[in-house]
């Protein structure tokens, strides 16, 4: 059903889809408990990763998430090794964790659902991408230059990464850091999708809690497969998440409030307190994001390939390491 609801987001589906989202909020948390032992389910873990195939489970893994997979040495410490897949593998099925965490931030965005009706910006040809990327590029002032100087750091150029800009802009849930309020294209303050927002929240919540079973002395911030989908460089809509969520926190006011405002005011606050709880979750997990200022041929910021595609890589990080306005 939610995958079916990201292909043909129609109204029809809207309720069907609701109901699924709030059934697997639910059962989530149940599938992701480890017990006293920290040992997962064998069962548990072929349902939610399976793929159907004889592989071992660390290769599994591995293709999954960057190409890598991490192991432990002697001493307990995580190594990363690359795989090389060979062209005689047979075709997979996704794992089902993997489309549950992708649905759920495709849903954060869905039009009439949680979002408004967009315009990709890549329809409208080459003319309209040259224009978003001039209006994005800032000339730095003297005084910010000796500041990256004095902090070491350095501006490299790269042919090719992945992109740090939200696309398209019109889907972030509030202006602020990376989105203007002219960049959107609409009125930012609507709150009509406050409430479907808050059950997909929940859902996304459910599915990266599995490190609260985790005992407190055994934690490992690159353990939790969930947390890594969720983060990873292709996870979909990631950069608009960071932001939406950002915004949604640093713009809330509440002595905007009134006493009369009824639910809907209710609603944005219980969207607030999930936005703050699910980044700080996607923040707390994987490797240090780096701060050091890439960019593109066409001057926006992005994250180099190689970089991305290492295990352990956590995109909401190094967005936050990269805001400088």
Known sequence: QLCQIVETPYNIYFDQALNCVRVLTRILPFLLEKGDLGEADENVEQLCWGTGSGMPEDEKIGLMIGGATSGEDGDGAPKERQLKVKSDVPEEQEPLALLVVHAAM???FLP???CDYYEDASLKGDAASNNNSAAR???ETKEEKDLKAEAGLKLKRVEWGVSLVPTPTSIVWAPGAGVTASEMGFDASTRKYDKNRIEV???LLSACCDPLFAPADEYN???SRWLAVATAADAPNGICLFYSLLNTILTYD???MTASAGFSEGAHVKLVELSAQVLCILLDCGLPGRPDPVIDQTG?????FETASKGGFNLFRTLLARIDS
């Not at 926006?300 to 180099?304: A, G, I, K, N, Q």
Request: aromatic share 4%; with cysteine; hydrophobic share 50%.
């Open 112 to 114: 009439q659902f949680t």
């Open 254 to 256: 509440p002595r905007a």
């Open 106 to 108: 495709h849903m954060l």
């Open 221 to 223: 911030p690159l353990a």
């Open 137 to 139: 590029q800032r000339v």
């Open 300 to 304: 926006l910021p992005c994250v180099e």
């Open 201 to 203: 929240l929940r859902l």
